[in-house]
């Protein structure tokens, strides 16, 4: 028994009559396609034709953003706006050794290292002030440049701010604490891990002021802290004014 053959008007039925690019897929379907990718592959998918373009720019697609090098803010491979919730910089490199120097301990090489990149997190922080006012967690880690000025205008911009992690940040002192206390009012969680100039008294104050929050706070108040300039070369000082006495008695 021979088998039967599909009749012709049946098989122009089931075959595609146009093929579908994806250029006409709708504009919801594009950004969950491209929520899949990288920054960068984002970006080089968006240079193929300006409707790809326009779904990069679109604001929804850029609720996440996280950063591992001073190089990728420099990039223009993202998009601030006010969809954006997640937002981590987190440095791991011998960089930020340096970085984490007093100011006044550096040698000029390692000046200009820093003369580079020092306000490149600072800035880009401006700018999601303005920008994103619904962020929901930020985590800095090893930007030994950010002061506390930095942290508070988030803390003041972003009022629905819930989660704030600030890891090897050394130039975060009490002032962030307190700001944590006046304006944190969304925070539920709040890790402090390896900043040097925060003290245990400014944790107390946390933990008394506002126990709903979380905080956890490893090493930090454990840490030597930084001393100004003029404690350091008071002692020196002092001792040659008494070798002076001693030479001269």
Request: charged share 25%; hydrophobic share 35%.
């Amino acid at each position: 028994m021979q088998p039967s053959t599909m009749d012709v008007s049946t098989t122009k039925l089931i075959q595609p009559t146009t093929d579908l690019t994806i250029t006409q897929l709708n504009q919801e379907c594009l950004l969950h396609l491209l929520s899949y990718l990288d920054k960068d592959s984002r970006r080089c998918f968006s240079l193929t034709c300006h409707r790809l373009r326009e779904v990069y720019l679109d604001p929804r697609l850029w609720s996440l953003l996280l950063f591992r090098s001073p190089s990728e803010l420099r990039r223009e491979n993202y998009v601030l706006g006010p969809s954006l919730r997640y937002l981590a910089v987190t440095w791991h490199s011998t960089r930020v050794k340096v970085c984490n120097i007093e100011d006044w301990m550096k040698n000029q090489f390692q000046k200009d290292l820093c003369s580079k990149h020092e306000s490149l997190v600072s800035s880009f922080l401006e700018r999601v002030c303005t920008m994103c006012p619904n962020l929901l967690s930020l985590t800095l880690s090893g930007c030994g440049h950010i002061s506390d000025q930095e942290v508070i205008r988030v803390l003041q911009s972003c009022s629905r701010l819930r989660s704030l992690r600030l890891e090897n940040c050394v130039r975060v002192t009490d002032l962030t604490l307190r700001a944590l206390v006046l304006h944190g009012a969304g925070l539920h969680q709040v890790t402090v891990d390896f900043c040097r100039n925060v003290t245990q008294a400014g944790l107390e104050t946390v933990r008394e002021r506002r126990p709903d929050i979380r905080l956890t706070a490893e090493r930090s108040a454990g840490m030597i802290p930084d001393s100004k300039p003029d404690k350091r070369t008071q002692l020196p000082l002092r001792r040659s004014l008494m070798q002076r006495v001693l030479m001269f008695s």
